[in-house]
């Protein structure tokens, strides 16, 4: 089965197709943090889904070409930097450094560009964007010298967010960055500079001032992939106005259809509500480090449902995370010991990663995938336990498990056993020698409190990692 994937703009299951006439590269853009704080995990509940998205594009051979905005400048980057008494450059670069800190502990993948919008190159494309719509008349500026965008000059407006205009009657033109359908009009491209810009303007054909938000991401994903992309992604709270706005500069700057797919992932509830700082169940990354669970468990509670479902983050999801992650380690270690140094049999094919990686064909359902690697891990465990398996087999099962993991990448890494753990394994060997039983049981506690469970078998002593990890 080809990938099929939901398009925001038609509302249907589509059958994935890139444009380049190969059929290889794809290109795509995913809306980039804002770089005013510490990203949310709902920002990351959007960064891992497009993670998902190339992970497995890349799995059915795909060579995907992707950029990332970071937005470095707009009505909510000045506010904080001017309230926190920071130049806006200083600002931003803490929260820039501490996303991809981020992005590494959640083991996302790197895009291929990261530009960012006060870039000069991107700046000059900006107001290049601009004088285009300009000299079309499509866009205007207005007695408070800013530039906008006149929406009724372009038809196709209001479609990706299926926007009936004539209901919703826009009117007056709006300068913010966003706002609501019911606040609907001619939206600003370019903001001639107030008071409350403070040090941060560009020079223009129009005078001093700074883009918006909009024309941002334009701009970028143009320059950097043409007038022609093939994804474009983001949470579904930047379906209007930003996509839509988007759209319309972008089409009306390059005569060109600006997008193929749009993929929206719907958005991260905490305990069944809207995350917010008022209601104190709003969550960074480092929150949920510091209170002791791991970037892998954290991945994992926020790819494990279906991207257009609503997420509902609890306590609970990554307690259930953390053991999930157990039972996969447990098992992939249960076939690494069996494989030993045995070479995959090759008539053990038994297509798992295939099914796991169809079921990802069918608009990324990730729930669909999983359930195969679990039911894969049930019938394995039996197969082990009933002396049904041999080598040769459990290492084509390997095989299968890092195709999945290539995808999904949870595997611990930090499986590898320090050396103060082999050093208490050590001494609890020479005490179950010595039959000192009281002293092995002791020092099986240690190494319980360094993460790391114990079992005597008839091969001597075997380690399961139990808490911690990344
Ligand atoms: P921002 O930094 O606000 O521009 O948002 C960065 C990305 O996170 C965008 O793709 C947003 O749509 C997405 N996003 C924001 N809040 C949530 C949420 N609660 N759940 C899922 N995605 C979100
Ligand atoms: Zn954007």
Known sequence: MAIQLYNTYTREIETFKPLDPAGKVVKVYTCGPTVYSFAHIGN?????????????????????????????????????????????????????????????????????????????????????????????????????????????????????????????????????????????????????????????????????GRPGWHIECSAMATRLLGDELDIHCGGVDNIFPHHEAEIAQSECCTGHRFVRYWLHCAHLLVEGQKMSKSLGNFYTLRDLLSQGFTGRQVRYALIRVNYRLPLNFTQDSLVEARQSLLRIDEWRQRLADLAGSASPDPRYALDSAERFLTALDDDLNISAALAELFEQIRTTNRAIDQKELGPAQAAALLREWETMNQVLQLQDEDARIAPEVQALLDARAAARRAKNWSESDALRDKIAGLGWMVKDTKEGQKLTRVSGGT
């Open 44 to 208: 990351f509940r959007a960064y891992l889904f497009e993670d998902l998205l190339q992970r497995q594009l890349e799995a059915r051979g795909f060579r995907v070409h992707r950029v990332m905005n970071l937005t470095d400048v707009d009505d909510k980057t000045i506010r904080n930097s001017r309230e926190a008494g920071v130049p806006l450059h200083e600002f931003t670069k803490k929260y820039i450094d501490a996303y991809f800190a981020d992005c590494e502990v959640l083991r996302i993948k790197r895009a291929d560009a990261y530009p960012a919008a006060t870039a000069p190159e991107n700046i000059q494309r900006m107001i290049e964007m601009i004088e285009v719509l300009l000299k079309k008349d499509i866009a205007y500026q207005a007695e408070d010298r800013s530039i906008y965008f006149r929406i009724n000059r372009y038809p196709d407006y209001g479609k990706l967010a299926h926007l009936n205009l004539d209901e919703l009657r826009p009117s007056g033109r709006i300068q913010q960055d966003d706002y609501d359908k019911e606040s609907i009009g001619d939206f600003a491209l370019w903001k001639a500079w107030d008071e409350k810009d403070g040090d941060v303007w560009w020079d223009s054909p129009w005078g001093r």
